[in-house]
């Protein structure tokens, strides 16, 4: 693709967007499925109708402006995906699990947060006022998805984290003290 203008560049950002977008409307159910903390559950499941909606709203711009949005394949997206599967793929504590899928999808929703900032504002040079209050919908739901995964964070799953490593750290030193008593019977 050719980017010799600022309208070249906001298709090649739609684009990505819109990429971006649709390969997380294939994700989140997934990911929604594999968590344990039903807070975070909710908020994923919700972010998913506002994710399909975003999908509606890029299209409409997209169709606004006469320009295509499919063909371009978002390598980051997909990277920032894979990398919550691999938390899905790991072995441990539900709740720590779940904490990693948190920091996944806060990664997601701040290269998200960006992406849109940077569409918004190419767009409001361009004088394109419509695409620009659609982008700014869509970039106040991503932080407030953010927003959301940190409340849930830190209300629902740091506080269940905190009795797995009170009782990890008594298991520790409970094998401390039986490997002291140990080496003081061997001597």
């Known amino acids: 693709m050719k980017m010799l203008s600022l309208r070249d560049l906001l298709h090649d950002q739609l684009k990505d967007l819109y990429s971006a977008e649709n390969q997380l409307v294939k994700a989140l159910p997934k990911m929604a499925k594999f968590v344990s903390t039903p807070e975070l559950k909710e908020a994923i499941e919700h972010h998913l109708q506002e994710t399909k909606g975003q999908v509606e709203r890029l299209a409409r711009i997209g169709e606004t402006l006469g320009m295509k949005l499919s063909g371009k394949k978002c390598k980051a ?102 490997t002291e008593m140990a080496g003081r019977t061997m001597e």
């Not at 790991?90 to 998200?112: K, M, P, S, T």
């Not at 419509?130 to 940190?150: C, G, Y």
């Open 77 to 178: 997206m997909e990277g920032l995906i894979e990398e919550g599967k691999e938390v899905m793929e790991a072995d441990g504590e539900d709740v720590i699990l779940d904490a990693g899928i948190v920091a996944a999808a806060q990664r997601v929703e701040h290269y998200e947060i960006a992406a849109y900032g940077t569409a918004r504002a190419i767009a409001e040079r361009l004088g394109l006022d419509q695409a620009v209050n659609l982008l700014q919908q869509t970039l106040d739901e991503e932080a407030a998805a953010d927003k959301k995964l940190t409340e849930v964070v830190q209300e629902d799953i740091y506080p269940e984290t905190a009795e797995t490593e009170d009782a990890e750290a008594e298991g520790s030193e409970a094998q401390g003290a039986e």
